[in-house]
């Protein structure tokens, strides 16, 4: 057992509110923008979400989501199995959680009850978020080891994407746990793209037609 | 420094902590409340060592900050039952299952939620709930026997678990 949190005591305490303060400072001086440039239109329920059906632009937009979505970050909480992934190399989760039914792991194994609603400061600590989950039993969204065209034709699909249409799709770029990736804690890369890029992407994906790559 | 108030149940009574509000809720459990039941093992969520019952699940306390009790219900090891014979500790000690023991409260609070949840677990059910819980001295087979052995108990109308105290 390695620890970045041996002992709590006081020096530990300013040092890490210190660090904290200086850290959140610089965070909110380079903020980054996370609206992708591009500020998604305010689609009513009924709204279309595609403008135009651009299959080179879409098919072209989707190489960045898919070099994304496959990312440890991303990727990590889509496995193949029902044990989530760990690390920028997605070996599996150490002390082997399941999902569970609703994603949310089961009995002692519980994401939440170490996955806190904040990261944990300290290198390789349990990164968090307050709605910390895998996808459920019921509706996997696997991405590791899909290619390009089976994850985007199952992004699309409502019987395989949680049941989002087009307008929940493109909504759910802003969904927090998403936007985690980008805040992993410490010891962790990032995906492969900002934030913001990766938002325009993605938008510009659906905008013209979420279009599936050949392959 | 900037301290805080937590109001929480602990164990079945009302308890007010004065505390750094980083402070992680483990340091408060043994160096406020003075409980000592639960240990402390990596401080990273590596071990289980620590864990105890935040509103019945089972989460690991050296991560968990303080004010996040704030309002809740905390049970440790030592308000699991009122005379230590909750069936897994009745089987615990049945069967003699510490080495060192410095694992055990963990391993208990954590196979708790796990009888809560699943009154009849397999071997695979026990390996699943218990992957978090480290024995360094690899008690793990007695951990098994015992947790089976507390589920026969709590199936025949033995006292059941204490997590809503
Ligand atoms: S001390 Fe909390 S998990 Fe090890
Ligand atoms: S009995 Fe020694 S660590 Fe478990």
Redesign the interface.
């Given at each position: 057992m390695n620890g970045g949190n041996k002992r709590y005591t006081g020096n530990r305490f300013w040092l890490t509110a210190c660090t904290l303060v200086f850290g959140l400072g610089l965070l909110v001086a380079m903020a980054p923008d996370f609206t992708g440039g591009k500020k998604p239109r305010e689609l009513t329920p009924d709204d279309n979400p595609v403008i135009k059906k651009d299959s080179a632009a879409s098919i072209k937009a989707f190489a960045s989501v898919y070099k994304v979505l496959m990312s440890p970050r991303c990727m990590n909480c889509h496995p193949s199995g029902d044990v989530p992934l760990q690390g920028d190399d997605s070996h599996l989760h150490i002390m082997q959680p399941t999902r569970g039914k609703d994603g949310k792991g089961i009995s002692a194994m519980k994401c939440a009850n170490c996955h806190q609603p904040a990261n944990t400061p300290g290198l390789h600590t349990p990164p968090g978020n307050p709605n910390w989950h895998l996808p459920p039993a019921d509706m996997k969204m696997v991405f590791q080891g899909k290619t390009p065209r089976q994850l985007a034709r199952q992004l699309v699909d409502p019987e395989q994407n949680g049941h989002k249409d087009l307008r929940k799709l493109l909504e759910h770029v802003n969904d927090t746990l998403v936007i985690a990736g980008w805040h992993p804690g410490e010891g962790r890369t990032t995906p492969p793209l900002p934030y913001a890029e990766f938002k325009k992407a993605w938008i510009t994906w659906i905008e013209n037609g979420a279009y599936a790559p050949k392959k | 420094?900037l301290m805080a108030t937590v109001s929480c149940k602990i164990n079945g009574k009302d308890q007010t902590l004065e505390v750094?509000p980083?402070?992680?809720l483990l340091?408060a459990i043994r160096d406020v409340a003075r409980l000592k039941g639960t240990k402390y093992?990596?401080?990273?969520?590596?071990?289980g060592a620590c864990?105890l019952h935040l509103n019945g699940?089972?989460?690991?306390s050296?991560?968990?900050?303080v004010t996040?009790a704030e309002g809740q219900k905390v049970v440790t090891i030592e308000g699991l039952s009122e005379n230590n014979d909750h069936p897994l500790q009745v089987a615990w000690q049945e069967i003699d299952v510490p080495q060192c023991g410095y694992c055990h409260s963990g391993q208990i609070?954590?196979?708790a939620?796990?009888l809560?949840?699943?009154p009849n677990p397999t071997d695979q059910d026990i390996d699943?709930?218990?992957?978090?819980?480290?024995c360094r001295c690899g008690t793990y087979p007695r951990i098994r026997k015992a947790i089976h052995r507390a589920a026969e108990m709590l199936r025949s109308g033995g006292k059941r678990n204490g997590t809503d105290l």
């Open positions: - | 420094m750094d980083q402070m992680p340091w093992g990596c401080g990273v969520a590596q071990c864990v699940e089972a989460v690991r050296c991560v968990t900050r996040r609070m954590s196979a939620v796990l809560r949840e699943n699943r709930a218990m992957g978090g819980n480290i």
